[in-house]
């Protein structure tokens, strides 16, 4: 159930957060986490999974047709990924502001203070993803946290 506050906000939204090869690579998970947490999310699933070339394509496929699509694809399969779903109040939007801007080195100069300018690199390597929509995060829950694996498009693995 989704339960509405006075003013209308869903009190249990969710998104999905990702932390990105370079973020995890970079050793910045904990870090990542305690802004998370201190943020007042609670961290509903997570997962480490190493995408392969279909499963990033798909995860994004809204940019199949953009310049940088096989570049993101290759950078996204450099290893693994971790996936969580936050669950709070405005999730999906609070997450986002928390991220800051796609582009780390605009993120560093306009939003200091963002998880991007944190441990991002440019626009393309920025350590970080969360849903844009409250339909991105039914999609993008569903793809990574689906009980049904019909394909098994994700490796799964224990630890890091
Ligand atoms: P996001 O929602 O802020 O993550 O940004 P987008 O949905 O626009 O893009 C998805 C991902 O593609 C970004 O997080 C980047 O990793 C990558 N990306 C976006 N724009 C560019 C770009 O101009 N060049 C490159 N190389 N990668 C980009
Ligand atoms: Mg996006």
Redesign the pocket.
């Known amino acids: 159930p989704c339960w509405s506050s006075s003013n209308g906000s869903i009190l249990n939204e969710k998104t999905l957060a990702m932390i990105k090869p370079d973020g995890l690579f970079g050793n910045y998970t904990d870090r990542i986490k305690n802004v998370i947490l201190e943020s007042g999310f609670i961290i509903f699933k997570e997962k480490v999974v190493q995408l392969d070339e279909d499963s990033a394509a798909n995860f994004?496929a809204e940019?199949s047709t953009r310049s940088?699509f096989s570049?993101?694809v290759k950078?996204m399969m450099s290893g693994p990924v971790l996936v969580m779903v936050l669950e709070k109040e405005n999730a999906v939007t609070d997450w986002r502001t928390l991220i800051g801007p796609?582009d780390a080195r605009k993120a560093k100069i306009s939003h200091p203070h963002s998880i991007r300018a944190l441990c991002g690199l440019d626009?393309?390597k920025?350590c970080v993803?969360g849903s844009?929509s409250t339909q991105s995060a039914e999609r993008e829950i569903s793809f990574f946290f689906k009980e049904v694996s019909a394909g098994g498009v994700v490796t799964e693995h224990d630890e890091l």
């Open positions: 994004y940019h940088f570049s993101l950078y796609t626009s393309e920025n993803h844009d």
